[in-house]
């Protein structure tokens, strides 16, 4: 079952997105809070009995939506929560609206869910992510950022 987000649920999301990210990458409460406050934010999360299973951030500019975040609980992957979302965000663009999102390059999970969503890649940024932020992996494949769009 799918919910507004609210800067009230800032903590949960936070507790969450610390689950799923690591160093600079984790958004604290107050950041979270302050986002869900600005009126081009939408918040949306797939909850179980009340316990928040995964949510995302999409900022909205006339036609354009981006991304901001998107989390799952490592213990919820794979079970079609992130689909569900991405799904009822688009329900929120205008028609003809485009919705970009970015991941990182080692990200196969993500990659392949927005891939059997209909995204295409639209570009690549190199050195994007800092290897501190995680945790020594290889920086040539932790390095890029991907950029994809729906139309």
């Known amino acids: 079952?799918?919910?507004?987000?609210?800067?009230?649920?800032?903590?949960?999301?936070a507790a969450l997105?610390?689950?799923?990210?690591?160093?600079?990458?984790?958004w604290s409460a107050n950041f979270l809070s302050q986002q869900l406050k600005n009126p081009a934010v939408l918040g949306l999360a797939a909850h179980d009995g009340g316990k928040i299973l995964s949510f995302a951030?999409?900022?909205m500019v006339g036609d354009v939506a981006d991304v901001?975040?998107?989390?799952?609980?490592?213990?919820?992957?794979?079970?079609?929560?992130?689909?569900h979302i991405v799904?009822?965000?688009?329900?929120?663009?205008?028609?003809?609206?485009?919705?970009?999102?970015?991941v990182a390059t080692?990200?196969?999970?993500?990659?392949?869910?927005?891939?059997?969503?209909?995204?295409?890649?639209?570009?690549?940024r190199p050195n994007y992510y800092r290897a501190a932020?995680?945790?020594g992996r290889d920086i040539a494949r932790a390095a890029k950022l991907l950029m994809f769009e729906k139309k």
């Not at 997105?17 to 984790?26: E, I, K, L, S, Y």
């Not at 901001?68 to 689909?83: E, K, Q």
């Open 1 to 13: 079952m799918l919910l507004f987000c609210n800067p009230w649920l800032a903590n949960d999301l």
């Open 17 to 26: 997105h610390g689950a799923c990210f690591r160093g600079d990458d984790v």
């Open 57 to 59: 951030l999409l900022q």
């Open 68 to 83: 901001l975040t998107l989390a799952t609980h490592p213990d919820h992957r794979a079970r079609g929560y992130a689909s």
């Open 87 to 102: 799904t009822a965000l688009l329900g929120f663009l205008p028609q003809g609206g485009k919705l970009w999102l970015e």
């Open 106 to 124: 080692d990200n196969h999970p993500a990659l392949s869910l927005y891939q059997k969503m209909g995204f295409g890649e639209v570009a690549v």
């Open 133 to 135: 932020q995680h945790d």
